[in-house]
């Protein structure tokens, strides 16, 4: 280790080779998919009973937001998903889950039905943060495990609910870091 070595910032350790790859995105970087560059703007941390965890990646590109969800279990999955007003979802979900403790077992959304498949609490960590906040997720999938539906609960009476499909990682190129 020379003298100057100890004055080298945290951005000296970037290693253009090891650390643009998806799984590695930090905010702002910027990355391409499906013809749009998208800028990562958030980023959160999720624990699951079991110790099952995820990581999630709020993507912008001009007034378009997705989130990429990085999820390992046996293998890695990689998933893209738009939030939705729990309204959309019509069949009074919201009162549903308030009443019932639970959402209905099917959900029908734009012609589409979704089965639940699994549910649990959780903690979200965001943008590194040490103390998680508490939700419970209900996960539903269409009959081809194609495409999913989610519906978060935070607090009594705060909902919110996404859908999303399943990609890969080869989709996504163009990973640059941000100024």
């Known amino acids: 280790m020379g003298f100057f070595d100890k004055f080298k910032k945290e951005e000296d350790d970037f290693d253009p080779l090891a650390d643009l790859e998806l799984s590695k995105l930090k905010v702002g970087f ?3 998919y499906d013809l749009k560059t998208w800028e990562v703007k958030g980023y959160r941390r999720y624990e699951f009973d079991g110790g099952y965890e995820s990581e999630e990646w ?21 998933t893209l ?21 639970d ?16 549910s649990g609490p959780g903690l979200m960590y965001e943008n590194g943060a040490t103390e998680g906040k ?12 194609e495409k999913f539906l989610s519906i978060e609960q935070w607090g009594e009476n705060e909902f919110e609910a996404s859908i999303g499909f399943y990609v890969e990682e ?3 190129t163009s990973i640059l870091p941000g100024s």
């Open 30 to 32: 910027f990355l391409d």
């Open 58 to 78: 709020e993507l912008e590109s001009g007034r378009e937001k997705v989130y990429l969800e990085r999820a390992e279990d046996d293998d890695v999955e990689w």
């Open 134 to 145: 508490e939700f419970i997720v209900w996960d539903f999938v269409d009959e081809n495990d």
């Open 81 to 101: 998903s738009k939030k939705v007003a729990i309204a959309a979802l019509g069949g009074q979900i919201k009162q549903h889950i308030i009443d019932n403790d």
């Open 103 to 118: 959402p209905p077992e099917e959900i029908t959304h734009k012609e589409k039905t979704y089965y639940l498949d699994e």
């Open 170 to 172: 080869y989709q996504f």
